[in-house]
């Protein structure tokens, strides 16, 4: 364990301490809340700060009317921000009836120095502020503010803590994952790719890669606790450790990664095609473990548009490397981003777009209305008339949505292995679980097959989902 870490085992324990006097002091548990807004990065995130309010002692409360309430936010769209600035609202609601209720906000939004400045000035009811280089020292924060409240300690009420940059990595601290059976793993932090709409580097900082040798402790770690599926998480994986003192190429961690006794099913999240290696499409080709799942973010399919975007390829590039991909992975779903209404989109880029979905016939893919972010060059660019964003946005979403229904479909009447994640939501005499190409089914089954990988026949599309039945 590093001093860093020390630190902040250190710092949960003497919250501990304090937590259990206050609890004294108020005669019941008090009880949490975190919720998450965004990618998998926060969600991963997400499960640290929940890992540390559990082992101070907090109870987690299902519903937002808790004593403690953190919005872990995302920043990458403004409707984002929207969100969080509305649901605040009720959260004042909520503290106006329960005066121990503290509100605290994390994550990407906070980043940004002129949100800051806003919940500042107009959400005083806010507690505690930190950001995304510092969810590791919650246990610290936590313990300033349980001294506030005991009265061992006087001062601004408010708790704000932002760095602007990462310094150091705690890697053994506690986490609560939401799943047994499944966990994302950091295998990098931050982006240096800059693409000419997105927000993300500046607010999640200089790409940052973790050293193999920590990642596979860790990996070991989850499978002695019972996982055994890994999402490998970061903004751009196919540039994983490229920085690092010994430079490893992503193929090469993720064939260290799938030699992990008791790991079964590897994922991984997001490729940029800049950098999809060839001898990582071998990999996945050859590896079992390596689920036939790609998220490949187009954002657009007009090359001049592309290349405004700062992204490093073109139209006829991207296509090029999906037919590398499906020649040597046939059965490979691939997934994608895409914005519309970028800063001059002509109906000719936009054409461009539609002809790219088209020929690569995704199974889904995320479709974005382009929303400039303060502080990166798209901003300043002349924008779009919404009318024509809104009907582009419409006109795309539909092929997306029947071309991946159609897609989706291609496995009915196969029997696949899948994951089971959970009962049923609707129905509690049924199943829910994944393939590896990442789609879901429902089929008959209880309790017991949780975190289990079955084999299943996919007797019926239904849209996006399959339902099935268990075979011996
Ligand atoms: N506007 C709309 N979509 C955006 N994305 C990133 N920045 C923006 C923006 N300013 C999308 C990209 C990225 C996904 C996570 O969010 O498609 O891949
Ligand atoms: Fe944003 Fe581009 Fe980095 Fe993805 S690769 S996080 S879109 S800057």
Redesign the pocket.
């Known amino acids: 364990m590093n001093q860093l870490e020390q630190q902040q085992i250190k710092n949960i324990e003497d919250a501990k301490k304090l937590l259990a006097k206050r609890t004294e002091e108020v005669k019941r548990p008090l009880t949490f809340h975190v919720t998450t807004f965004g ?1 998998q990065m926060n969600a991963r995130d997400s499960e640290k700060l929940i890992g540390i309010l559990e082992d101070i002692g907090y109870v987690w409360e299902e519903s937002e009317e808790a004593d403690l309430v953190i919005y872990n936010t995302c920043t ?3 409707n984002a921000n929207q969100k969080v600035y509305g649901k605040l609202g009720y959260l004042n609601g909520y503290k106006k009836k329960n005066p121990l209720m503290k509100i605290g906000l994390c994550g990407c939004m906070m980043q940004e120095p002129s949100v800051v400045e806003k919940i500042k000035k107009s959400y005083p009811f806010v507690d505690l502020m930190f950001g995304t280089h510092n969810i590791y020292i919650l246990g610290e924060l936590i313990k300033k503010m349980l001294e506030m409240d005991l009265g061992i300690t006087e001062g601004d009420r408010r708790i704000i803590s932002i760095w602007d940059q990462a310094s150091g990595i705690a890697e053994e601290l506690p986490t609560e994952r939401k799943y047994s059976f499944k966990s994302g793993v950091n295998i990098m932090f931050g982006c240096d790719n800059f ?1 000419s ?4 580097p500046y607010v999640r900082g200089r790409e940052r890669s973790r050293s193999p040798k920590d990642i596979i402790q860790e990996i070991e770690r989850l499978v002695a606790d019972g996982v055994i599926e890994v999402m490998l998480l970061g903004q751009n994986v196919n540039s994983y450790g490229k920085n690092l003192d010994e430079p490893v190429t992503f193929a090469e961690l993720l064939k260290e990664v799938c030699a992990v006794p008791g790991i079964e099913r590897v994922r991984f999240m ?1 490729s940029h095609p800049k950098d999809l290696s060839d001898e990582l499409i071998e990999v996945m080709a050859t590896e079992p473990k390596v689920c036939h799942h790609l998220h490949l ?1 187009l ?1 657009s399919g007009s090359s001049r548009l592309l290349k405004e975007m700062n992204r490093h390829y073109d139209k006829e590039q991207y296509l090029a490397l999906v037919d590398r991909i499906r020649n040597r992975i046939p059965d490979i779903a691939l997934t994608t ?3 519309v209404g ?1 800063p001059g989109e002509t109906e000719e880029d936009f054409l461009d777009t539609m002809d790219v979905v088209e020929k690569v016939r995704y199974n889904s893919a ?1 479709t ?6 303060t502080g ?1 060059p ?2 300043k660019k002349e924008q779009v008339p919404e009318d024509v964003t809104k009907d582009r946005f419409q006109r795309l979403l539909k092929r997306v949505q029947q071309i991946g229904q159609e897609e989706s479909a291609k496995l009915t009447g196969a029997t696949a292995k899948v994951l089971v994640e959970q009962i049923n939501e609707q129905d509690d005499s049924l199943v829910t679980g994944r393939l590896s190409t990442n789609e879901t089914v429902h089929f008959p089954g209880d309790e017991s097959l949780i975190g289990k990988i079955v084999d299943v026949e996919l007797s019926e599309c239904r849209g996006f989902y399959y339902i099935g039945e268990m075979v011996d």
């Open positions: 990618c990458v769209r403004d693409c709409y997105c927000i993300v997001t973010p954002q981003d895409i914005i970028y995320f974005f209305i382009y929303s400039p972010r990166t798209a901003a």
